[in-house]
């Protein structure tokens, strides 16, 4: 069976556009476009609209894509068991990641690990809470590193707990106090950051009652540390996106303290590839070097 001509149908609709998804895999447009026409016709119907903007999926392509993405995972599975079997490592790998997570967890991981797997590639999407989940259950990525919360459909391993703290500009009066009550939030000039990308916050705000000011929302935590300390106004941000910001920024522990739990999210833990389950084990070893992991 022929996987590459429905990987660049997959790599087509996520990319929306014949000329990205052919540079990816080393082919020119009209190859794609040929190995497009075969699929279609193979199955009888189109898969894809094209346009002058891009192309997208037809319903019936929102329909079948996800099967086809079922298919590629399936397939490169196999080839990553067969290379496993005859002594040889490699494959690729999607993993879905918090912006923070991206910038202060992978650099370690992704060192130790190409040390030891020069040849399997890692492809690193980032994104939000919402979307992380969105692309598990879609097959778009084979674990995510992200919040977990409790009954959220994925098998989890929690890696650390990341304290929350109050964010302030420097000038705030209660700046330099130890720690910052929850309910002075109450009326504060807020930042938040955009729901879907962080809901923790949300369900912070929700469970304490809180009812601040909202001024501004951004789905980039690092613009909403700038605003605050341009004096737009205060924001509760995990400590994995303030410890870069204490020169820039007054952080305050929360009163009471409030925090998230980090790890590994997949769809399950026995069907992982052979290099999906070597990088949970090179993650596990940066991030929880003590082994105090909780299975969700």
């Not at 304290?163 to 720690?179: G, N, Q, R, Y």
């Not at 949300?202 to 980039?220: D, G, H, V």
Request: net charge negative; charged share 25%; hydrophobic share 40%.
């Amino acid at each position: 069976m022929d996987i590459r001509k429905y990987e660049v149908i997959i790599k087509a609709a996520e990319c929306r556009n014949l000329t990205k998804a052919g540079e990816f895999f080393g082919y020119t447009q009209s190859g794609v476009s040929h190995m497009i026409k075969v699929v279609e016709e193979e199955l009888g119907f189109r898969v894809l609209n094209r346009s002058r903007s891009g192309v997208s999926l037809t319903p019936e392509g929102e329909r079948i894509i996800p099967a086809l993405r079922e298919i590629a995972r399936w397939n490169e599975n196999l080839v990553q068991i067969t290379a496993d079997i005859n002594g040889l490592v490699c494959g690729n790998l999607r993993v879905g990641v918090f912006s923070s997570v991206a910038i202060h967890w992978l650099p370690r991981i992704l060192r130790d690990f190409q040390a030891d797997y020069p040849h399997i590639s890692i492809d690193i999407i980032e994104g939000g809470s919402e979307d992380m989940r969105d692309k598990l259950s879609n097959g778009e990525i084979d674990l995510a590193l992200m919040s977990i919360q409790p009954n959220f459909g994925f098998e989890a391993q929690v890696l650390k707990v990341d304290s929350f703290f109050a964010v302030l500009p420097h000038e705030h009066p209660l700046a330099k106090k130890t720690c910052f009550p929850l309910e002075a939030f109450n009326g504060s000039e807020f930042i938040l950051v955009k729901r879907g990308y962080d809901d923790d916050i949300y369900k912070i705000l929700a469970e304490y009652s809180l009812a601040p000011n909202i001024k501004f929302t951004s789905n980039n935590e690092h613009a909403v540390v700038s605003m605050i300390e341009s004096g737009l106004g205060v924001s509760i941000l995990p400590e994995l996106v303030v410890r870069s910001y204490h020169e820039n920024v007054s952080v305050l522990p929360l009163s009471p303290e409030v925090s998230r739990k980090l790890g590994i999210c997949v769809t399950s833990f026995d069907e992982l590839s052979p290099a999906c389950r070597r990088f949970c084990r090179y993650v596990r070893k940066t991030v929880a070097p003590d082994g105090a992991i909780i299975e969700y």
